[in-house]
């Protein structure tokens, strides 16, 4: 029982390995660095960071470009990731749709495509991931470095199995396994919300948090939790499932089979239907944003109650965590600064001043392609080790 | 920027010095274990065991404990942690009392001293801690490894800095840099809720869990949150702090400042204030804890209340970072298994079922040493690497 609990030994391989992954990290940090940088930044020898570029530049993933200022001697030769050198398949189940990307190593996208879903789950709807990767991969052959998926529910990404997924009717589904042997490349498969936390550390935040909360607003409600520089999952690989953590007072019935989840209060499913019955113009996510920002009513209760709950989450999250950097991403953005600030104010109300004064909570990347870019961005953390902290 | 974020290069010294701190790890999970076994154990060649084996030996960390059982062949000699070779100072800065203690690496008690707060606050309570150090110093000469120290409050454990406790109106105190001149000893300080965790995973539980929230509840309510088989504080160090949470439809005044905090619910300070209101015969925990065993309504009233509010928090944290295990340590404990109960189906009604089913919660260890020995555990993680992991 305890050895399963030890670390690795440490070999002279496992250093090799690992320092290089260092210089690959520092290149990707930068759009252009050179080798005495990299030295500078890794605390490595000149001799050994040569020696590991050189490594990188034959597998092609590094390549040089141009010249820096010289500081007196000779212009140091400059290196950046060759962007393009690997491409990588993400995909997205969404609610409506299953939608997958190609993108390069800086989350570039060279591709994209989506699938309506139009109800389809259980075998209909693995028939249509499937069809999604073939498609995805028909004229991307050059150098796939592997296929993420970002999927909801209980995701066992060790395994790459989907313990739980409501919608899909998929229980205990070997995911991962399954598309390997279809198509003889690395799959990975992580929850939603917790990739797209991946993809604002991979792709979007620069200097890279430590910590980092990405909650996430669309049909549903989840986070993703970057602790020391990489994505923490937990024991059941749950972590972040804030959307199904029970609310005082609340009374509603969940579709995760609970009663009184954030979710039936916070999701854009949930502020749609509230609103929609007080004010007849709500019918979508588009309309209660304008009715939102036209001042009407209903609109505002609803929107600015849940960004109270969502606060108050929060709140709860940084009391326990004590994380400073906190983003929102999600169609919820639609409903701007005015509903962010009532989420901050709520934070500020609801949790220990000393830490609330020192987090920020802003909107994070917009983009409707953001878990399928974390998606990729897990296949780049596994495959190149680029999110590696000791 | 970047740099302040990178991890350290990998050199061979720190591949020695993994491997052995691996290695005693091995020794420290087990009352004796044979050089095979740790091998086994490892994954380290028999030849690098034996070799580090014997660095600990003349270090005097690890020791011969006899033979073990043969397997043919000639009974193996076992090895044991020398539990006396080394002592650490511990102390708990609580709220009517600063304690310490001097421990063995088995967290046992070898001497213990208590000095009665009697009000003070600033640089009185700073002088009272000095005394207690030099007290607990004078007859423990033998190889100290440091002082360790659980305070209340905010603490930046990487400086040795108390950030903000109110109670002794400290902030931004060096407490450690402080006394480690003072007293010419490495000096560690942790949030007492924090290093109660650190108790736990140290001496108290095996096999070690991965991850493990502890709840600390007394005259205060904190949490020490281990993850990845570290103790886990945060960007603001205040990791755990869920005392200070204001909970939905709460509007009481906190002494933190804010209001409707957990802990103006759930804490010993507000049980007992809150169940002799209706009971008489509630004056302290010891009469409150009676009055509950003895069916009396406020008390149970009062006690079932808060242990619903501590599973709403409970199933946050469950939610929040996916844990299977949870410990409640402190004073509350003397509630005993009915609140406990009240506890556990709580979280089960306020989580994601299929994570709520794979929590256990119990009561963890019952000890009023458990803040000092926590804060020893600090120290032998510091300067022996116990806790190490990739």
């Not at 290196?79 to 939608?99: K, M, N, P, Q, T």
Request: aromatic residues 4%; contains cysteine; proline residues 3%.
């Amino acid at each position: 029982m305890v050895a399963a609990t030890l670390p690795g030994k440490a070999t002279h391989q496992h250093t090799r390995a690992f320092n290089q992954q260092l210089v690959l990290r520092a290149v990707y940090d930068h759009s252009s660095i050179s080798r005495a940088e990299i030295a500078r930044q890794t605390g490595l020898t000149r001799t050994s960071v040569s020696d590991l570029v050189g490594d990188l530049l034959r597998e092609g993933l590094v390549e040089e470009s141009g010249r820096g200022p010289s500081n007196g001697g000779k212009a140091p030769i400059l290196l950046r990731v060759a962007a393009d050198s690997r491409h990588i398949i993400g995909l997205d189940l969404g609610e409506s749709a299953f939608s997958g990307v190609v993108v390069n190593l800086r989350g570039q996208v060279v591709r994209s495509l989506r699938l309506p879903l139009e109800g389809r789950d259980g075998e209909a709807a693995l028939d249509l991931v499937i069809e999604l990767v073939q498609a995805l991969r028909a004229d991307s052959q050059r150098n796939l470095l592997g296929v993420g998926i970002g999927a909801p529910g209980l995701i066992d990404s060790d395994r790459g199995v989907v313990r739980w997924a409501v919608n899909l009717d998929w229980t205990e589904l070997a995911l991962g396994p399954l598309l390997e042997e279809r198509f003889g490349l690395p799959v990975v498969v992580g929850n939603d919300s917790q990739v797209a936390a991946l993809a604002e550390l991979t792709f979007f935040r620069r200097p890279r948090p430590q910590n980092l909360v990405v909650l996430r607003i669309g049909r549903g409600v989840g986070a993703g939790v970057i602790l020391n520089g990489q994505l923490f999952q937990g024991d059941g690989y749950g972590a972040g499932e804030i959307g199904h953590v029970a609310v005082d007072g609340l009374t509603g019935r969940c579709r995760c089979g609970s009663v009184g989840c954030l979710e039936t209060v916070a999701s854009m499913r949930a502020l749609v239907a509230m609103a929609s019955q007080g004010s007849p113009e709500v019918v979508d996510e588009a309309s209660l944003f304008s009715s939102f920002a036209a001042g009407d009513g209903t609109a505002r209760e609803v929107a600015l109650g849940a960004a109270r709950h969502v606060g108050r989450a929060i709140a709860g999250l940084v009391g326990a965590l004590s994380v400073r950097h906190v983003l929102i991403v999600g169609p919820v953005a639609g409903l701007g600064q005015p509903w962010l600030e009532e989420v901050r104010s709520t934070v500020r109300q609801s949790s220990l001043p000393v830490l609330a004064t020192e987090t920020r909570i802003d909107f994070g990347h917009v983009s409707d392609d953001i878990v399928a870019l974390g998606a990729s961005a897990m296949v780049m953390t596994n495959e190149l080790g680029l999110s590696l902290v000791r």
